[in-house]
Every structure is written in C-alpha cells, then in structure tokens.
C-alpha cells in the first residue's frame, strides 16, 4: 500500500497517473534485483530519459548536492556541459565501478556508437552494507544489463526491489520510492516525476508527525536519553552510524517541462527539501545527491550541432516546478519506506515500519486514507 | 507567546537558556526599527559574533545560498577567505548599499583600524516592499549606527522589529525569529544558536500541520482551486509573487563548536532543511541565504599570522550539529510568525497568523503546550 | 601607443575595428575619472550592455571568480538567474557600497521602472589606496551617474582613466585596458571584447619575456634575492603586499555569439588564463573576477516571459570563443599597462612602465612592431 | 633532457633537488605502462601521498576543475570532506572505471580495512584514444596494482610513460612531466611538486615563444589561415579536436606546507594558470582537474577523531605557494613535452616535439640552457 492510501498526500498539486517518475513521457525504469546466497542482497535500478540515441539526442541536465559523502559518477561533466549522454544508474557503494564500466560499455557497444571514444556513464550509489555482503563484491556488469533491459514505462516497483534491495532507512527497511505532480493547466500543465533510492536516517517524522520518536527509534536517541535521564528505549539501533542518521539518498527527477541546467540544478535543490521533510537533517556519513532531467523535445541538443534552437522557462515560471519536486520527493521517500519488505541475510533481518502502527499514528493526528 | 509555548519544539534536542542565538556566548544582537510616517516600515538587525577585534581576530564563517535571488554584500570574500571580519548586518533590500557603506565606516573609524584600506561588510536584506516604501529610500546609516550600539546578550526581540519590521511571511506577517539548541555533553556540550529574518512564503505547515491550507491561505491556491473546480477560498494573497510564495529569507548560524569554514558551509545547508520544515520550497523570487560562523576561541585567526594553531571537530562530529541547525532554525523560523504584531502602512495592513486558530488546529493534532 | 603598436599581439585571431570591448555591437563604455586635491584619485567606468531597457531586456550573464579576494555587489543573483538587468561598473573598493547604491537610484528612476522594487546592481572594485586617499571616502555617485552618462560606443580611452585612474600594477601605473577578437568566418564570425581594470602584481611577463624580472621588480624579489644571496635591487617595492603581488583585477566580457550562463561562465575562467600569461599567479589579496555578458538578441529575455525561444552555440563550438577570451584579456592586460601616465599624490608618484625600455626588451627577443 | 636543462625554467623560486612532487617528503610515484600488440597504448601511474595507513592517516585534499569535460572519480567526497583516503591514479578514459575497482579493492584487501565498507578512490584520466586503441579496453586493474607496487621515492620517469604512453599534447606526443618548486627560508621553506599528464592542445608556447606558430602546428590553424587568405601549412592536425585544442590535463600537486583543503582547493586553481602559460585556454573538450594534497603531519586527521588539532598556515602566507604551483605547473608541462618519445600504433604515429627545433627558436629569443 502505497503512501498516498494512508493519508500521507504532500503538497497541493496532484500526482500523475501512475504517481511514478515514467508519468513523465518517454521516461522507463528497470530494475534488476541481486540475491545470492545468504548474504549477497543488493540490485540495480535504471532511469532512461527516452527511447532514442541518447547519446546524440541528450537531455539537459543537473547535479545537485545535498550532501557529497558518496562515489557519484559522471559529476564534473554532467556540470560542466549540462546534459546527460546515458542512462543513470542506481546501485551499491561498492558496485558503482563496475556499474559505471558496464555502462560505459553498453553505450560504446550499440551500432551508432562505434566511433565514440569518450563517454561519461552517471552512476549514483547508497550504502547497503548493514545487510548487504558490500565486500563481497560479485560482478554486477550483468544485473546492469539486465536493469536495462527491463526498462520499461508505466507502473514502478517500490521498496526492496533494484538498488533498493538492501537498503536501511531510518532503521527500518528502505529502497526505492517514486512519485510525481502535473502541474494545474494555469502554470504549465507540465509533469514532474522522481524516483529516490532510500537509504538514510535522522528523526522520520510523517507529514510532520514524529514517527520514529512516538515508535522509539530515532537518531541521537541514546545520547538524548542519556542526558534526560529517562531509561533507554528498546528501539535503538545497533550502529553506530545510523544512530548519526547515516546512510544516503539518491534522487533521479525527470521533467517533460523546457529547462536547462541552471534551472534543472534549482530544481534539484528542492528534492532536498523533500528529503528534509521526512526528518533527515542530511548526517555526516550521508551522500545525497540529485540528478535532474528535462526531456522535453524543445530542449534536445546533439553533440555535433553547431547552433540549437531551444525552449526554456522563465525563471518565475520556476516556482510550480520548485513546489512540485519537493511534494513529490516527500511522498516517493514515504512510499519507499511502506513498500519496502523485509530483507534477511546473516548479517540480520530488517523489518519495514510497522504499518498499522503507522496508520494509527496518523490516523491519531487527523492524517488518514482518502475516502 | 514563543512557538515553545504552544507545542512547537522541533526536534530531539534541548535549546540553551534563552532559546536565542544569544546562547553562544559572546554573540549580541541588536536592533533598530525604522518608521516614517505612513510608509517606511524597515529596520536593521545586526549579529556581533563577540566583543574583541572582529577585524583582528575573526571568526571562521561561511555562506550557503539555498536560492540567489538577493543582494548579499561581501559574498566572494567571506568564501574565499573564510571568515568574517564585521559583524553581520540584515536589512531591506534597496537599503544594503547604505547599509553596506555604513558598516564599512563603522569599521574603518574604529581607532585600530585607522590603517585599514579594505574592509568586507556582510549585510543580508529580504524585500519587505509589500509593507514598507521601500523605493521612499531614507537613509539607513544612522539605523545601522544604532542597531550596532544596541547589540546585547540575552534575550532578543523577535517579531516586528529591527530587519523584522516590514516583513511577510506566507501571507501573515512575520519578522525576527531566534531559537538555540545545546547538544547533550555526550556529543560534545556545544550550542548551536540561530537568527532569522523571515519573509518568504510557500505552503506554511507547522510541525507539519497544513496550517496554510487549513487557514485556506497558500501559494499556488488560485491556480489549485481553479484546478480542482472549487470556488476560490476567502484567504488568497493580494500580489502574483506571494500567491507563488516569493519573498526571502536570512538565516544566520552561531556556534561555540570549533568548526572551520568547510564544515560551517555544512551546516549552513541544514538550516535550509529547517526551512523546508515550515512550507518553503524556495519559489524562484526568494533569496535564502544562510551566513554561519564559530566564536569557539580555538579557531580564531588573525590576518598577520603566517600560521595558526586551531582546533577542529572531525567531520563525524558534525552530524549532531546539523541535527540542531535543523531544529533550531525550523523553531526561529516559528517564532518569527507567531510573535509578530500588525503592522499598518498606506500599502495596507498586514496581520499576524490568527494565534487562537493555530492553537487549536494544533491541538486538534495532538500538538500542545508542555505542562 | 597601445601594446599591438609594439608587437604584442597575443594569438591566433584578429581584433575587431576599435580593438575594444565595444566591437561588440551595442555595447558601451562610460569613464569618470575622480581628483580631489593632492590626495583622491580614484573613478568610475560603466559598461552598458545595450541601449534598450536593461531590466526588462536583460541579456544572459555570468561570473567567474578568480580569486575572491573582493567587495563585487550582485554575486549570487546574477548566478542564480544568470543575468544581468543593469549596467556593470568598476570602481575603488571603498568607493563600491556608494556606487551599487547610485546605480540601484539610476535604474529605479528610470520612468519604465518606477513599480520596480528589487534590483541588482553589479559593481566591481579593485584597490586603488596606494595612490588614492581611499579613506576619505568622498561621494562616488554623482560620478557613477557621469559615468554613465558618458557612455558611448567606439574608441575606449585605457590607461589611468575612471576606474583606472589610481590603480598600480606590477608596481608601475595601471589602469583601464579593452581589447577584442574577431573570430572567422568558418568559426562563427563572432565578436568578444575585453575590458579590464588592472590592479595587480606578480612577476611580469610579457609574451612571456619577463620583463619584471628584466627590470628589477617583481614579486617575491626580496626573499628570491636574499635567498639567492645576490645584493637587493633597487627596483623594489614600497609595499609588503605589493610584494607578493596583491592587488586585483576586474574583467568584463562581451559577446554577440547566443550564449547562455553556462557558457559565458566558461568564457570567463578563460580569461583568468589570459591574466595568467601576463605573469600573475593570483595572490592571496587579489580579487580577480570575471563578469561575461551576451548581447545576442537571439538570447535575450523578458522577467515577465513565462517562455523564451533562445538559440544557443554548441558546446564544442565555444572553444573558439574561450580561446578569443583568453588571447584579449592578455592584450587588454598589456594595454593597461602601456596605456597608463604617471599620476601623483601626497602619497606619492606611480610611473608607468618604462615603455622604451619594455621595447627594447621585447625587440631582443625577436618581437617588434608590425611593419 | 629535461626543459631546465635548455632554458626553460619558469619563475622566481628553485626546484628541489630532483625537480619532481617526489620532492615533497614521503609522496611517491608508480608507473605502469601498458602495451598490447600494436595496438594498445596506455597506463597507469600512481600517486601515494605518504607511506602510512592512507585510509586512517588522511591527508587534507581539494580539486580544482579548470574544465569539467572528463570522467574523474571521488569528487564529490573530497571536496565535501576535505580530505583523500586513498593513492590517487592517473590512467586512459575508458580504463577509469576498472581502474577505481582495482583501486577499491586494493584498499578494501589491506589487512587495516578489513572493516571497510566504503571507500572513495579518485583516479583521473585523460582520453589518449588518438594513439590507444581504448575502445579495446583490456583489463586495466593488473597495471593498477603493479603501478601502486611500482611507487617510489626519487626521480620519476617522465614523458611516454605510465599514463602519459599514449598522450598527445599540440599535436606531439605528451605525456608525464613533473616539477618542484622549494621556497627561500624567508617564505616559509615549504616545497610544492607538481605532476601532469598532459594530453591537450592548443597554441604552444614556451616562455612565451609561439613555438606552435613557429613550427606550424597550432589550434584553429585552418580557419585562420582560410581567414587570412594564406596557403594551409603543413603542420596541421589529423583530427577536428584536436585541431579545436581538444584532450585533457590532469594535475596532482602535493606541499609539505600546513594546508587544510580550502587553501589547497586555491593552490589548485593556480595549475591552471601555468597551464595557460603553456598555450591551452582550455578548450570545450578538454578535462583539466587539479588535486591537492599536504602532506604535512600537522594536518593530518583521523576518521575516528571527534577532534584534531591542526596548524594552518595563514591566508596572507599562500600567495608563495600559489607563485610556486604556477611555476611548478608551467615547468612540469614542458617536460612532459620535451621527454616524451615517439609512440607508434596501427592508428599512426606521434612524434615528440623536434627538440633541436625548439632549442634553436628558444636560443633565437635569448633563451638558453644554463652555464
């Protein structure tokens, strides 16, 4: 059951009609989830801007840092000519260098890429090793592929699925989440969607209320009890980074809306507001990240064109989109937090949130299901 | 009435004695409201980091611009350099040239500082040009002057004053805000304390209560409601750029932790998670700025060392301390709404948030006062 | 004589007709040269992108900081919008708080603006208070308004005019310099024009003969002589930061190729490596920015537009625009210097360079006036 | 021979004994070279900051990005901590992701890191796929761990060598050059190297000397010459990029001075204007990074460590590093021209720069070898 059934609807504008990231046109995700054994638990998760040549039919494009403690891939290009010239990958810390070798190699392999000797593969990476056997490091060039090719349009799968496979958030399991707002008809009609990768901690509050205080599980929980002298509670963690609210969070939004860079990088600022609102304050050991997207025709660029012609939004067109990034940013964490299931390995087993809990808690606050 | 007194007490950790910025020992603040006849309604407010040579022995500082569009004096060198060597300034928007040029010849008619041929003011400014005549544009040096010699210790005035007086917040009025947090001794004892001049607008929630939409007064309401097909609620706003929530908004950071100018950017972005907290998604108009700087006598430098010895908390250590910017800008923000007063021009009236309602839709939520 | 007449010609490209920033059509370059007594010698230069309506017609901007040792006004929103919406000026570092003010006071008194409430000046500054009785502080605006005033189109006075007028570098008189690049035909055809304030130090170089050395002055000379243990020149400095090659430099950049901020900030480090070649190594008190504008009427946009259609260069096509950046701002350096006359105060004479000499040691080198 | 030993020196301040960033205490150098039938041509050459425990001993490191066209690794961790965990690896484009796998798994295999469960190798790269058959892409991760075998104290072989095999800088073959510069006593005494994989192009000078001009092999030569209506030389270029300056420069600097990431973050910008010195302005495609890092014990710092106590030399102190970077720079360019040998692949073959020529152009202009 997904956030948005449970009452937890942000914002104002309304989602699309998949609430998914693939609401924008042309935009497909595919993931390929890995198992092996009792320990390996991690995945791949794909975001493909549309069906062409990407790397000769490029989307403008940005970066955003919310927070740089990670291996990001493909940064200083990304920025420097703003734009995309592959998919982007999601996956695990130690996985990306392969991920990002096998994308390299995705591209060069296709047939109108045969003379390309440079390409820059964007390949964004959280941190699955509380359950996941990081070191072990089994080859992840073929789930790359398979991500790929699964791409697809329409319905997404959330929680412990692709990249989200292993991933912890707030001490409860976390993995992938999507969501996404049309804009009313008056300030564009444009479509944004975002896909997060959830993977981080800090004090979970759920449009506001604070969930992981009510249900005993927060960050810093141990030094606050110790310094007001109450007992310890039962829920702590048993790390030491996330009890700091470690972890990360990687946010992929796409816009069929005409915007460049400059404004796709303000964009991007905005998902990090989003992320605020579920009670990260963004820790030390967390590396989250934004990469935006337009897909819109009007905006395309070839590397070989001398002179394009493009559309783009004014700057005070911006704030709908601004509003609309940090709405739907919120609601896909939510949604990668209730659709996650648990994940065992012998490194121990990670429950998602309790949902009835959840639901009662909310429900406590006035917050419940739309009839 | 503080936002402490009726539930609003974001976060984990505990504020310092006056819940103020002032809890950093050795930073004052002072204001000066500005009124002149049935327009201007401005001011200044200035942060002193603490009572010693602010040129000759400076603070380490830092800026993060969470959006742009603003005026900001002084940002290149505070950036490169790394410190602060005024104190800081808030104002109006089209009063910070003079603003600037007074606390340049404040600094410069200092007798230790009669050799001094280059000085770096900071002054932040937020457009309080619904209420205030701003284009009326009286001088400002002599406000400046006395907001200078103002500046206290303890307690501050929060609301309609100093660079708080013409401001506006979601539609209601707003102003000055200030909160603290001291973290538990067992990550470290420090204090982290912050100053806001809020003036900008968006979705206004309260602890994630939608008291914006509630109040039935938000940004992008027209253009939802017509959407929707509802009849346009009572609460809309009178101007295009607070119906998209523009405005802006200065936060500014103390704290006793010795922390250089890398990790103060740091937590510089963190107060911009607060922000979010309330309703901002940072529209386009909005200028939010957040200055931060560390009074701890262990990294202070002067400009004629050839080296110094500092000391400075690992990057580890700092996770507690975004945790508090967070919380504490989030509460200042909060009390900028709740302990403002009308304020009256020609231009109009505007008004505080209705205290009463609020308090009861914060109950209603299960949110109330501490007993 | 400008540096061309003596054979320093740096590059690969022609220059435009004047030589100047203003052969780039519509552009236009007002002086106000500043004396007061035997103590103030300081000025004003305004660049003036168009002759329409600067805040409505605003053309694509953006900044490259060099070194950000400096009091440039209008930092953040000209990157965050990437534009600028009103003329730039140059003027002394004490002198810059008067002249944004001057300027915000010139365009809100324009009659198209006069519900106009937020505006960004952009000034930047070097310091001239070795010559000029910079604490004196006199009244900077009516020349900012005569600046502005006097702007025209055509021949550019350089030396120790506006701006330039009290400016030091290398230890001999600066001052103002322009200079431009035509590019070919098969590369576009378009224009890029460089004006310069030059304020700086190092160890100069000119088409890499070093001339500072040759002469006896350069930076660091004291310690490389005493290190080298050979008996002081007596071509040395009478200022320890002048000795390390303190000082500044403020560039600004035209052209009429359609670029956006993206680019044109890349345009702008080129022109760093411009400053560079004249022998400076951007020390630690220089405040060395650069300040890009397109005229294009192709990139032009309105604050009101919700939707403009730009044309914009390829990325691989600006390679020749940064190598044009890089080969003017060299020139226009060389012309700063070239161009200066001697100018006295109480505090004493700054000579230019000896341009005899500078000739002499050029033509051993082989380089020598074009026939 | 190295460039010093006909003339070319760069600047005011003495190399160190071998003229190489080996020349910093404790900094070692590796190369691997990589050679496949007659085909491929590459490598990998290794920078170790000291001989310790990398990943707990780190040292305080920043990036410089003159131009972001380029894949580098670990770029958003080092600037937001500050600070390198591991060696850093020079190597081809296409080799880069394996090239971070291998460097990965070097460290995670250390006996210390048995517990690693993330780690931010950074390895540049510069695209030699002119010469290299890099689309072959051979597995990369042997020559990876032979060249961090290889690492040493010392001279250090420049030219053909590890990264630089298959580099071409101007259209002649490039490769590895290093430098050192030693402040007098009086400065501070520290010394800084300097190392360069040069693969990038432009309009060569050396001190000045137009040496590409000279020997007719230069950017933007055709369009120049169709521009001036003179027959097309011989020198030109095979390759549209390269004809445009197209390639990269990578650039490692490494100072026993007590400097914390923002200074080194400063001293990188400064390669950049040796690199101009040489002729690049950098063009679109060009990847031109710089990674500083002190090796000063003072400045070390812990991941464990809530605290550490550091000294920092003063801002004012810099301006002789940021001199020495620019000479260092400039120097180690030369020399990775001047000893550079001849490579050949089925793809052709790339000649060094003719050094006879050279000699005598340089002679010409009264530069000549030291007595």
């Known amino acids: 059951q997904r956030a948005r059934a449970i009452g937890l609807a942000p914002g104002v504008f309304a989602p699309g009609p998949n609430n998914a990231i693939t609401d924008v046109a042309g935009v497909r995700v595919g993931h390929e989830t890995v198992t092996l054994g009792d320990s390996v638990r991690t995945g791949v998760t794909a975001i493909i801007p549309h069906g062409g040549d990407l790397y000769r039919d490029r989307v403008p494009a940005a ?42 190699q995705y591209m060069l392999a296709k047939p109108e890429n045969a003379n390309v000797r440079s390409i820059n593969p964007v390949v964004g990476e959280t941190n699955d090793g509380q359950l996941n056997a990081t070191r072990a490091r089994p080859g992840i060039a073929a789930a790359v592929n398979r991500a790929l090719a699964n791409a ?7 929680g412990s699925v692709g990249a989200g496979h ?5 001490g409860w399991k976390g993995g992938i989440g999507t969501s996404s707002r049309k804009l009313p008809a008056s300030l564009g009609g444009y ?13 979970l509050q759920m449009a506001g209320v604070p969930v992981g205080q009510l249900l005993g599980r927060y960050a810093f ?18 790390d030491a980074g996330a009890e700091q609210g470690d972890g990360s969070c990687m946010i992929v939004i796409a816009t069929d809306a005409p915007v460049l860079s400059r404004n796709l990088e303000r964009m991007g600022a905005r998902a990090v507001m989003g992320l605020a609102r579920t009670g990260s304050s963004a820790s030390n050991g967390s590396g989250d990240y934004v990469i935006a997207f337009s897909t819109s025709p009007r905006v395309r660029r070839s590397p070989d064109a001398t002179l394009s012609t493009n559309d783009e939004l004014g700057n005070e067109a911006m704030s709908a989109l601004f509003q609309a990034v940090t709405e739907a940013t919120e609601e896909a964490l939510y949604d990668a937090l209730l659709m996650a299931t648990p994940v065992s390995t012998r490194a121990g087993r990670v429950n998602p949130l309790p949902r009835d809990s959840v639901r009662v808690l909310l429900q406590a606050r006035g917050i419940r299901a739309p009839r």
């Open 166 to 170: 292993g991933t912890v958030m707030f």
């Open 221 to 238: 929980q141990r030094d606050v009890e110790r310094a007001a002298g109450t007992p310890p509670g039962a829920g702590g963690f048993g």
């Open 152 to 158: 697809d349009s329409g319905r997404v799968a959330e």
């Open 191 to 203: 479509t944004v969607g975002v896909i997060v990768q959830g993977n981080y901690g800090g004090v």
């Open 63 to 104: 970066l955003h840092v919310g927070n740089g403690f990670g291996k990001l891939l493909g940064v200083t290009q990304l920025r420097e000519l703003g734009e995309l010239e592959t998919p982007v990958l999601l996956t695990c810390t130690l996985c990306i260098w392969q991920a990002g070798d096998a994308l390299a």
